[in-house]
């Protein structure tokens, strides 16, 4: 992390200093006309992305914290007592560092499974060993997960998305820029399938590309998944077989038995995609089988090729990090094998984690912000001149129904089902697998646990959770350039501040505003409020749909896939500066380190954002991220911001300069 400015005692009301990077700004870029490079511009010039990354920046300036010290953590408990959670975490460490095991191994550990494949003779068969396999690890046609529903909120059921693709999504099986991507996968499947041992590779690569292809074609895209109600599919079983074929009958029930699933958890499930599934079946036919064959392999390989010996460890990485992201080296086995124990015991690391890293006087901070958020959105709402009373009165009704979670769960997650052994990776990691499938699965039938944390404390990130009316920030985020307690207020105002808003901010977008304060998807709008909401909606995408990343010429933002993040963000930095007033109470913000309290509060909102990404990884993210590139999520929101253009003395012939009536304000 760039040094935590402690910045002396000021002479100004708050004595704590501005907490701002001021050697950083540039007073060659005028933050009139791109504030994101005034904060961030000689940073991005004199920084060189770190090999084994395809980006970098105050996210992952913090995750590498975060990562050092988690690996301390994993290392002490090697020599933790057996039996512990500790030792399990320290033995999934050791079987990941234990090299010279894994090679000597080599592909022998997957060969049981494509023998089982290759004795599969008809689709019956196929569906049976892919649900077999799917329990160890491997991807399916179709993912299960459990949240709760969105119909009746105080029960879980098992939801099923569209799946089955190695590519990031469908988009890059058809569109014209994905075309050399498309060349090097159907090249990488060749390399993979020829290292695995198994005849024909040249022939059984272009099979699984080409149903995979098929697959694709059938996807919904990332515009379409967002949409609340259109995936919100609730089916009883029966209607499920029905939806993929009454004639076919009995395909998907053998997939099911292979899965062992708890008797009743799939009784009704949401189908997120109800034309995929109609689409997926009439490719379970006996022409394909070879393909399904071929591609159920290549399933397993891929599931497992990141704990095989190194010569599949790279070849993997070769693709799917050099190619897809432009990352030139793999990451040291430690940082990966840190990667795996957080993935696979993420809380019994963060129990610790937060005992050492976070404090009990950063949450009492956190406790103040969030309340000032929420107030502040309260006051916002309560004169919004777009809305009627109707409609205002159940907007109000949500924001008090708002759950904040600060920090780390009040319940930790309980690993004593998970058996772990010090000399197996590859069972562990199935271990692993099949303890959170019975996790997930277990819930159905129980009562909500509205404890869980879907996030570890050590992550540098927060979320918003519309089922359960959410906002969570895990105590890893808590940290200078996002929080500092040592700093003036402005400052994380601008920063956390607007995280918090953020999220909040994702309880009233295009989405999350399909939801009430009890997590219940119900349209609680009137048909003029909604109206004129989607019209602020629509003005939001089309300024959206209208950048271009500095990075990428020619290449835009995609206005309606990011719109929930850019509400998020529009609101969440609006709101802030809001209940940045009400932290002071009516006084004039001080002056501090030569800066005015407004000026410090977009700095330091500018600072938050501070990346700098591969070619390929900026490209891969414009094209599946929900969030829009970081220079936007700076610049094109505060050109929105009334008290943005007063502060800056914005005018006209600034770059940044938006008319008036152009500018949106939606919360
Ligand atoms: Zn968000």
Redesign the pocket.
């Given at each position: 992390m760039a040094s935590s400015t402690q910045t002396g005692p000021s002479t100004e009301s708050s004595g704590l200093g501005a907490g701002i990077e001021l050697d950083e700004l540039d007073p060659a870029i005028r933050p009139q006309d791109d504030l994101f490079r005034h904060v961030n511009g000689k940073w991005i010039a004199r920084t060189e992305i770190p090999s084994d990354k395809a980006r970098y920046g105050s996210f992952y300036v913090l995750a590498e914290e975060a990562e050092k010290a988690v690996r301390e953590i994993i290392e002490e408990s090697q020599n933790a007592g057996s039996g512990t959670e500790a030792r399990k975490v320290g033995d999934l460490y050791a079987s990941f560092l234990d090299e010279a095991r894994i090679e000597a191994r080599g592909w022998t550990a997957l060969a049981p499974d494509f023998e089982a494949i290759a004795a599969v003779d008809g689709i019956p068969a196929f569906v049976r060993e892919l649900g077999r396999l799917e329990r160890l690890g491997s991807g399916g046609f179709l993912q299960a997960f459990v949240d709760n529903d969105p119909g009746d909120p105080e029960r879980y059921l098992v939801f099923l998305e569209q799946g089955g693709l190695g590519l990031p999504d469908e988009s890059y099986y058809r569109d014209e820029k994905f075309a050399e991507i498309r060349t090097a996968y159907r090249s990488h499947l060749e390399r993979m399938i020829d290292m695995a041992g198994l005849p024909d590779p040249a022939t059984r690569a272009q099979r699984v590309f080409d149903l995979e292809t098929a697959i694709a074609s059938h996807h919904w895209d990332n515009v379409k998944t967002r949409d609340s109600q259109a995936t919100y599919n609730p089916m009883h079983w029966a209607e499920v077989e029905a939806l993929a074929g009454a004639d076919r009958g009995g395909l998907l029930a053998g997939w099911l038995e292979a899965l062992d699933v708890p008797a009743g958890s799939f009784a009704e499930v949401v189908v997120r995609e109800p034309s995929y599934l109609e689409g997926l079946a009439v490719l379970l036919d006996d022409a394909h089988l070879d393909a399904w064959k071929d591609w159920l392999t290549w399933q397993v390989i891929r599931a497992s090729a990141s704990y095989l010996h190194a010569e599949v460890v790279q070849a993997n990485f070769d693709f799917y990090g050099k190619t897809l992201t432009g990352t030139p080296e793999l990451r040291a086995r430690w940082k990966r094998g840190v990667s795996v124990v957080e993935g696979a015991m993420g809380e019994a690391v963060g129990r610790i984690y937060v005992e050492r890293h976070f404090s009990p006087a950063a949450k009492t901070a956190m406790d103040e912000l969030v309340a000032n958020l929420v107030a502040a959105y309260r006051q916002s709402i309560q004169t919004l001149e777009w809305m009627t009373p109707e409609t205002r009165e159940r907007a109000l009704d949500k924001l008090s129904k708002f759950t904040p979670k600060i920090g780390y769960p009040v319940k930790w997650r309980d690993y004593s089902a998970l058996t772990i052994v010090p000399d197996d990776l590859l069972a562990n990691v199935r271990a692993t697998t099949e303890f959170e499938f019975q996790r997930e699965l277990g819930k159905i039938g129980k009562p909500i646990d509205r404890d869980e944390w879907f996030m570890t404390p050590q992550t540098i990130n927060a979320y918003?959770n519309p089922g359960f009316n959410e906002i969570v920030f895990p105590a890893a985020i808590l940290q200078y350039p996002f929080f500092d307690e040592g700093r003036d207020a402005a400052a994380n105002y601008g920063a956390i501040g607007a995280v918090i808003g953020?999220?909040i901010g994702?309880g009233f977008d295009d989405q999350g505003s399909q939801y009430d304060g009890d997590g219940r998807l119900t349209d609680w709008w009137t048909a003029a409020d909604k109206q004129a909401f989607e019209k602020r909606t629509a003005s939001l995408i089309a300024q959206y749909d209208a950048l271009e990343p500095a990075q990428l010429p020619g290449h835009h933002v995609k206005g309606d896939l990011t719109i929930?993040?850019n509400i998020?963000d529009l609101g969440g930095l609006g709101i802030a500066w809001k209940a940045y007033l009400l932290a002071l109470g009516g006084n004039e913000p001080p002056e501090v380190d030569g800066l005015s309290g407004a000026e410090r509060f977009f700095l330091s909102w500018a600072q938050a954002w501070q990346v700098k990404l591969r070619d390929e990884e900026a490209l891969r993210l414009l094209s599946i991220d929900p969030?829009s590139p970081n220079e936007f999520r700076c610049n094109q929101i505060v050109r929105n911001i009334d008290v943005f253009y007063s502060t800056f003395n914005v005018s006209p012939s600034d770059a940044l300069w938006l008319d008036p009536e152009d500018r949106v304000t939606i919360w």
């Open positions: 918003y953020h999220e994702h929930g993040e998020g969030h």
